[in-house]
């Protein structure tokens, strides 16, 4: 028994360590989601969404829809110092004497905008407003000069610079019917939204969370669970009954 416990301790060590990238990708993407949800009913946030076409995916963290544009933001859950040149091909993070390197989200994000420039053909000119967000924790040392590339408390500010109304109710409704007929469910965050509170109150009633301050950054990191590795840690649970 113990050394069946040993094996699985290990197993769910090295599967959280391979997960983490993931889940702090997705914390911060839902915390954007959030400031976004900040804006007047005229913007229509679209959130985690995976396209399929020609047999290639395109995954885009967010897209807002409005009346001055299409915002399409690429989110990035790093902290430290973030430096890089706008056309360049990849950009350091660097904390203390660490450094790691990332592709060019500017250039990562102008993918987006080409994959949404063929979806939506038609014969109205859209405008489409690229945003690379980072969390507020990151100190941007970044030279763009037409791109935006903002910290998150930035983010509803760089979005309401907008004001002059470039399209109507009738594009804006095709543009929304677009999106919603060609996005793969899957990857949508409404599933993801109702896998996290499904998990939340499954591991609220084992007692495995709690909703004290303290425990505030436990709880956010099991929010940012996915389905596999939530139901992985109950049934360990379960199985052992190391928790009652």
Same mark, same amino acid.
């Given at each position: 028994?113990? &050394? @069946? &416990?040993?094996?699985?301790?290990?197993?769910?060590?090295?599967? =959280?360590?391979?997960?983490?990238?993931?889940?702090?990708?997705?914390?911060?993407?839902?915390?954007?989601?959030?400031?976004?949800?900040?804006l007047?009913?005229?913007?229509v946030?679209f959130?985690?969404?995976?396209? %399929? +076409?020609?047999?290639?995916?395109?995954?885009?963290?967010? =897209?807002?829809? +409005?009346?001055?544009?299409?915002?399409?933001?690429?989110?990035?859950?790093?902290?430290?110092? &973030?430096?890089?040149r706008?056309?360049? %091909?990849?950009?350091?993070?660097?904390?203390?004497?660490?450094k790691?390197?990332?592709?060019?989200? *500017?250039?990562?994000?102008?993918?987006?905008?080409?994959?949404?420039?063929? #979806?939506?053909?038609?014969?109205?000119?859209?405008?489409?407003?690229?945003?690379?967000?980072? $969390?507020?924790?990151? %100190? #941007?040392?970044?030279? !763009?000069?037409?791109? =935006?590339?903002?910290?998150?408390?930035?983010?509803?500010?760089? *979005?309401?610079?907008?004001?002059? @109304?470039?399209?109507n109710?009738?594009?804006?409704?095709?543009?929304?019917?677009? *999106?919603?007929?060609?996005?793969?469910?899957?990857?949508?965050?409404?599933?993801?939204?109702?896998l996290? @509170?499904?998990?939340?109150?499954?591991?609220?009633?084992?007692?495995?969370?709690?909703?004290?301050?303290? $425990?505030?950054?436990?709880?956010?990191?099991?929010? !940012?669970?996915? @389905?596999? !590795? !939530?139901?992985?840690?109950?049934?360990?649970?379960?199985?052992?009954?190391?928790?009652?």
């Amino acid at each position: 028994m113990h &050394i @069946a &416990i040993t094996v699985i301790f290990f197993a769910v060590v090295i599967f =959280i360590k391979l997960k983490m990238p993931m889940w702090k990708g997705k914390y911060s993407e839902k915390l954007v989601n959030n400031k976004i949800q900040e804006l007047p009913e005229e913007y229509v946030v679209f959130n985690d969404l995976l396209f %399929e +076409s020609n047999g290639y995916s395109t995954q885009i963290d967010h =897209i807002v829809v +409005s009346p001055y544009g299409v915002f399409v933001i690429e989110t990035k859950g790093y902290k430290g110092w &973030i430096l890089g040149r706008e056309n360049g %091909e990849y950009w350091t993070q660097t904390i203390y004497k660490s450094k790691h390197q990332f592709y060019n989200p *500017i250039k990562q994000n102008a993918g987006h905008v080409r994959f949404l420039h063929h #979806l939506l053909k038609c014969s109205t000119d859209i405008l489409f407003i690229p945003i690379v967000v980072f $969390n507020n924790s990151a %100190e #941007l040392k970044v030279h !763009a000069d037409n791109n =935006i590339v903002v910290n998150r408390y930035n983010l509803k500010r760089a *979005i309401l610079q907008y004001r002059t @109304a470039v399209l109507n109710q009738e594009t804006i409704n095709w543009i929304i019917q677009t *999106i919603n007929g060609s996005v793969v469910i899957l990857g949508g965050l409404s599933l993801v939204n109702s896998l996290h @509170a499904y998990t939340f109150a499954s591991l609220k009633r084992k007692k495995l969370i709690s909703t004290t301050p303290l $425990n505030d950054v436990l709880n956010a990191l099991i929010l !940012a669970l996915n @389905a596999s !590795a !939530a139901a992985f840690v109950l049934l360990f649970t379960k199985k052992f009954k190391i928790l009652s």
